[in-house]
């Protein structure tokens, strides 16, 4: 008596494998998806099988964070509700969202001071030479060279 295969039922269209790459990270992730799949589940799985394998750096959890790029079209990201498979690319690159700035009230830095040990101390963040000074000290050591 012969046994019957048993066919698993991946939904309709074709399933594809797909590398994506994660910055930062020292190699691709590769699993296979349905190309009907939504942008929104690949990225689920990958950062799912990402943190399954223990790679480094740690991304986090919330998928609100990333952001899926093809790597061969363009450099605007696949829209979350849009199917995998609709670009016709199998390589992507997955990153991190950059928090946005926020920047108050630029045209005059804030200024601050501080009480140190008895003496007052002028904080500022204008950059005017701060820098430059503290190079000229860090680099006033001499070497003596016998």
């Known amino acids: ?62 998928l609100n964070n990333f952001l899926l790029y093809s790597a061969n079209s363009g450099t605007d990201a696949l829209s979350p509700w849009e199917t995998i498979g609709s670009r016709g690319g199998r390589n992507f690159v997955l990153c991190k969202k950059t928090p946005i700035a926020v920047v108050v009230n630029a045209a005059k830095p804030p200024r601050k001071t501080v009480k140190v040990t008895g003496e007052l101390l002028r904080v500022t963040r204008k950059g005017s030479g701060s820098w430059k000074s503290w190079i000229n000290k860090s680099l006033s050591f001499k070497i003596s060279s016998h």
């Open 1 to 62: 008596m012969m046994m019957q295969k048993v066919k698993k039922n991946y939904g309709k269209g074709n399933r594809l494998l797909i590398s994506i790459n994660v910055l930062g990270s020292a190699g691709p992730l590769r699993f296979l998806v349905n190309e009907e799949e939504l942008v929104a589940a690949v990225i689920e799985t990958a950062v799912r099988n990402y943190a399954r394998e223990g790679r480094l750096p740690i991304l986090g959890s919330d």
